[in-house]
């Protein structure tokens, strides 16, 4: 076969995976019947009844039996199935019971986002001068970079910090005498979600949800042996701004040595320890850590790129919170704004939030949510209303979308945007109500182009290969907890809208192995 054959075949081939994928999508979104009772089935303050069709009974029946025969039956199982076609529940086991839902806490969080501040919505960062500049380009005071939440803000990307560096060298501005402020007090609340380990807060996965957060508020740091024995092992920060303080105490030790690193940074401090043996030849290895006060850390970045501009920078880095005096905080509309640049939309920000699991993004959604929506979910005590966090506000939102869309909440516990709480708590019937709700608004096509999609792509890359481009769904996963919630399209054409959860898991058992032999039950469904 030749060169220009294969390459046509290989572009009809795509064009036809596309084209299936389009439909199979339009498909998974297409509004319910006039017969639909969903509403009914999924929100009502009593136990949905149940199909009695005889291919739902046998399929609710081989559900039960695959968990109750698999390695983790002594596990704590959630089941809530129903059918997006007509409404009908197939199959709830304990669909009304609280579990830990790990990242499945995403969709709650993504799906309001979305529905709430639009697919166009963006996120500003900016850089103001607390005095003008004068005509030689001096500015004789301050240099404010001010955050507004933006997750995906960036100290490489083009369109990230270097366009701002780029902005205020074009506006002649060429000596800055203040310091350089990195501003983070546009969200106001905890510095953590409420229920995060402690031992989670060091890896990139409990990164500080900063209004000012740049490169994710995290780090790659790689560990690789020296060129011969006893040596200390290469420890290499990437990027490295000198933020972090490194202590490297380790070995390189001789080729049958054990790998035994250890890497610990303080929960508070910018100081980075590194110990243990390397063997000469042990191939290299990646962590990803989180860092301290991100806010610090954009400005330190921030005054290292103006002055390799060929700006003159004479004071230092500073930082700035909400919890900063009142007489003190910063205020954008009585400051000079000299750059600024926005961020990705917000379809392109949620789905590397649910494809990617990205447990920073889906905290900086739960703030803006409370920070721009939190009026419309006033707290009823005035006095906490004043006093709550855009985290809490950011929950009550959620909260007040649920309920007006008819999904009960009164045994919901919801603590964070992320699912890295262990204190959140959700049922399966109300991820599915969810499901179903954000699958009929306008939303919804691009609620579901953000979900992982079985053996193709996100954390579903490499799982349910034989239902590839069949399950649109968002995994959870907590020591002991995992979860699966989302939409699968049946043989005949049906889209199924399901959660499973399962909490308690421990010891040598495999229950994304049940999970996923659950979601092949659905796939394989023949409703007659």
Not at 14 to 37: D, E, H, M, R
Not at 379 to 393: F, I, L, M, S
Not at 460 to 481: I, Q
Not at 490 to 505: H, K, P, Q, W, Y
Request: aromatic residues 6%; glycine residues 8%.
């Amino acid at each position: 076969m030749t060169r220009n054959n294969r390459g046509a075949i290989s572009l009809a081939l795509v064009g036809v995976i596309v084209f299936l994928s389009a439909l199979l999508a339009y498909s998974l979104l297409a509004k319910p019947s006039p017969k639909a009772t969903e509403a009914q089935a999924i929100t009502a303050d009593v136990s949905p009844v149940v199909s009695s069709d005889a291919a739902d009974v046998e399929l609710a029946r081989e559900i039960d039996r695959t968990i109750n025969e698999s390695d983790a039956a002594q596990a704590r199982w959630g089941v809530f199935v129903a059918s997006m076609k007509d409404g009908r529940v197939i199959h709830s086991r304990n669909g009304d019971r609280t579990f830990t839902p790990a990242s499945n806490m995403k969709i709650f969080t993504t799906a309001v986002a979305l529905d709430l501040l639009g697919q166009n919505h963006r996120w500003r960062t900016s850089v103001y001068a607390t005095k003008e500049m004068s005509a030689d380009g001096r500015v004789d005071g301050d240099l404010v970079l001010y955050g507004r939440g933006a997750p995906d803000f960036d100290s490489k990307r083009s369109d990230g910090l270097p366009a701002l560096v780029d902005q205020l060298y074009r506006r002649g501005v060429r000596h800055v005498r203040g310091n350089i402020i990195g501003d983070e007090s546009y969200f106001r609340g905890e510095l953590y979600g409420i229920g995060w380990q402690w031992n989670d807060l060091q890896w990139y996965f409990g990164a500080e949800p900063s209004a000012l957060s740049i490169d994710e508020n995290s780090v790659e740091v790689t560990i690789a042996a020296a060129g011969k024995s006893g040596e200390p092992a290469s420890v290499i920060i990437t990027p490295n701004e000198n933020y972090l303080r490194l202590t490297n105490n380790t070995t390189t030790g001789d080729p049958d040595a054990r790998t035994t690193i250890g890497i610990i940074r303080g929960l508070s401090g910018h100081d980075l320890r590194v110990w243990g043996e390397f063997p000469v030849r042990g191939r290299a290895f990646s962590a990803f850590l989180s860092t301290p006060n991100p806010a610090q850390r954009a400005a330190t970045v921030f005054r290292q790129a103006l002055m390799a501009r060929g700006i003159k920078v004479d004071g230092e880095p500073r930082s700035r919170d909400a919890r900063t005096p009142n007489k003190e905080i910063f205020d954008p509309q009585k400051a000079s704004e000299l750059a600024y640049t926005d961020s990705q939309p917000l379809d392109l920000i949620i789905r590397k939030t649910n494809k990617e699991s990205n447990n920073l993004y889906a905290e900086l959604l739960l703030r803006t949510l409370g920070k721009e929506r939190g009026a419309a979910a006033p707290d009823p005590d005035p006095r906490k209303d004043r006093a709550r966090g855009d985290d809490e506000a950011g929950v009550a939102v959620i909260l007040s979308w649920l309920n007006s869309h008819g999904i009960l909440t009164k045994t919901l516990a919801l603590h964070d945007g992320s699912g890295l709480s262990r204190l959140d708590l959700i049922t399966p019937e109300s991820a599915v109500g969810l499901l179903m709700a954000i699958a009929k608004s306008d939303s919804g096509k691009v609620f579901l182009d953000s979900l992982p999609i079985a053996g193709r792509d996100g954390t579903l890359r490499g799982r349910m290969t034989s239902e590839t481009g069949r399950v649109f769904a968002k995994t959870g996963t907590l020591t002991y907890d995992n979860s699966l919630s989302g939409y699968v399209q049946t043989e005949t054409g049906e889209t199924l809208v399901f959660s499973i959860l399962c909490n308690d898991a421990s010891g040598p058992v495999h229950p994304v192995r049940v999970i996923d032999q659950i979601v092949g039950l659905l796939a394989g469904h023949k409703n007659r």
